[in-house]
Nanobody, 119 residues
Framework: QVQLVESGGGLVQAGGSLSLSCAAS????????VGWFRQAPGKSRNFVAD????????RYADSVKGRFTISRDNAKNTVSLQMNSLNPEDTAVYYC????????????WGQGTQVTVSS
Protein backbone atom coordinates (compact mmCIF):
# COMPACT_ATOMS: atom_id res chain seq x y z
CA GLN A 1 0.00 0.00 0.00
CA VAL A 2 1.39 3.37 -0.97
CA GLN A 3 1.68 6.00 1.78
CA LEU A 4 1.63 9.71 1.07
CA VAL A 5 3.40 12.65 2.68
CA GLU A 6 2.64 16.23 1.66
CA SER A 7 4.92 19.21 2.09
CA GLY A 8 5.16 22.82 0.98
CA GLY A 9 2.16 24.53 2.52
CA GLY A 10 2.37 27.89 4.24
CA LEU A 11 1.25 31.49 4.30
CA VAL A 12 1.34 33.67 1.18
CA GLN A 13 -0.14 36.99 0.15
CA ALA A 14 -2.84 37.22 -2.50
CA GLY A 15 -1.32 37.07 -5.95
CA GLY A 16 1.58 34.97 -4.74
CA SER A 17 2.64 31.41 -5.46
CA LEU A 18 3.24 28.19 -3.55
CA SER A 19 4.30 24.72 -4.56
CA LEU A 20 3.09 21.58 -2.83
CA SER A 21 4.77 18.20 -3.07
CA CYS A 22 3.44 14.70 -2.45
CA ALA A 23 5.92 11.92 -1.88
CA ALA A 24 5.09 8.24 -1.94
CA SER A 25 6.59 5.64 0.34
CA UNK A 26 5.98 1.93 0.45
CA UNK A 27 5.81 1.58 -3.30
CA UNK A 28 5.93 3.65 -6.46
CA UNK A 29 3.04 5.50 -8.07
CA UNK A 30 3.05 3.12 -11.03
CA UNK A 31 -0.49 2.28 -12.14
CA UNK A 32 -1.90 4.96 -9.86
CA UNK A 33 -3.72 8.18 -10.43
CA VAL A 34 -2.61 10.89 -7.97
CA GLY A 35 -4.63 13.92 -7.07
CA TRP A 36 -4.90 16.98 -4.89
CA PHE A 37 -8.01 17.87 -2.95
CA ARG A 38 -8.69 20.74 -0.56
CA GLN A 39 -10.97 21.44 2.35
CA ALA A 40 -11.72 24.94 3.54
CA PRO A 41 -13.03 25.56 7.08
CA GLY A 42 -16.67 24.51 7.37
CA LYS A 43 -16.77 23.13 3.84
CA SER A 44 -16.52 19.72 2.23
CA ARG A 45 -13.37 18.38 0.63
CA ASN A 46 -13.21 19.20 -3.06
CA PHE A 47 -11.22 18.01 -6.05
CA VAL A 48 -8.45 20.32 -7.25
CA ALA A 49 -6.41 18.40 -9.83
CA ASP A 50 -5.10 14.95 -10.64
CA UNK A 51 -2.63 13.22 -12.92
CA UNK A 52 -2.19 9.77 -14.37
CA UNK A 53 1.24 8.47 -13.39
CA UNK A 54 1.56 6.35 -16.54
CA UNK A 55 0.24 8.71 -19.21
CA UNK A 56 0.65 12.09 -17.55
CA UNK A 57 -2.90 13.11 -18.43
CA UNK A 58 -4.23 15.80 -16.12
CA ARG A 59 -7.56 17.14 -14.94
CA TYR A 60 -8.36 20.34 -13.11
CA ALA A 61 -11.24 21.88 -11.26
CA ASP A 62 -12.62 24.89 -13.10
CA SER A 63 -11.73 27.13 -10.17
CA VAL A 64 -8.00 26.49 -10.59
CA LYS A 65 -7.59 26.06 -14.35
CA GLY A 66 -4.91 28.34 -15.70
CA ARG A 67 -3.51 29.04 -12.22
CA PHE A 68 -2.50 25.62 -10.87
CA THR A 69 -0.31 23.02 -12.54
CA ILE A 70 0.03 19.40 -11.46
CA SER A 71 3.10 17.45 -12.50
CA ARG A 72 5.00 14.29 -11.70
CA ASP A 73 8.66 13.45 -11.19
CA ASN A 74 9.31 9.81 -11.99
CA ALA A 75 12.82 9.82 -10.59
CA LYS A 76 11.74 11.23 -7.23
CA ASN A 77 8.37 9.44 -7.16
CA THR A 78 6.65 12.69 -6.30
CA VAL A 79 3.68 14.70 -7.55
CA SER A 80 3.74 18.48 -7.31
CA LEU A 81 1.10 21.17 -7.42
CA GLN A 82 2.33 24.58 -8.52
CA MET A 83 -0.15 27.23 -7.43
CA ASN A 84 0.04 30.72 -8.93
CA SER A 85 -2.13 33.81 -8.64
CA LEU A 86 -3.41 32.63 -5.29
CA ASN A 87 -6.40 34.35 -3.72
CA PRO A 88 -7.97 34.09 -0.25
CA GLU A 89 -10.56 31.63 -1.60
CA ASP A 90 -7.71 29.14 -2.10
CA THR A 91 -7.15 28.98 1.66
CA ALA A 92 -7.66 25.38 2.75
CA VAL A 93 -6.00 22.21 3.92
CA TYR A 94 -4.64 20.52 0.81
CA TYR A 95 -4.58 16.74 0.67
CA CYS A 96 -2.70 14.45 -1.65
CA UNK A 97 -4.58 11.30 -2.62
CA UNK A 98 -3.98 8.25 -4.76
CA UNK A 99 -5.98 5.45 -6.30
CA UNK A 100 -5.13 2.44 -8.36
CA UNK A 101 -6.17 3.12 -11.94
CA UNK A 102 -9.03 0.61 -11.84
CA UNK A 103 -10.49 1.98 -8.63
CA UNK A 104 -13.33 4.48 -8.88
CA UNK A 105 -12.60 6.44 -5.72
CA UNK A 106 -9.47 7.81 -4.13
CA UNK A 107 -8.67 5.60 -1.15
CA UNK A 108 -5.18 6.57 -0.02
CA TRP A 109 -4.79 9.96 1.63
CA GLY A 110 -2.01 12.05 3.05
CA GLN A 111 -2.24 13.97 6.30
CA GLY A 112 -2.82 17.33 4.64
CA THR A 113 -0.91 20.60 4.52
CA GLN A 114 -2.30 24.04 5.32
CA VAL A 115 -2.31 26.77 2.68
CA THR A 116 -3.31 30.23 3.84
CA VAL A 117 -3.66 33.16 1.45
CA SER A 118 -3.90 36.59 3.04
CA SER A 119 -5.64 39.52 1.37
Amino acid sequence: QVQLVESGGGLVQAGGSLSLSCAASGRTFSNYRVGWFRQAPGKSRNFVADISWSSGSTRYADSVKGRFTISRDNAKNTVSLQMNSLNPEDTAVYYCAAKWIFESDYDVWGQGTQVTVSS
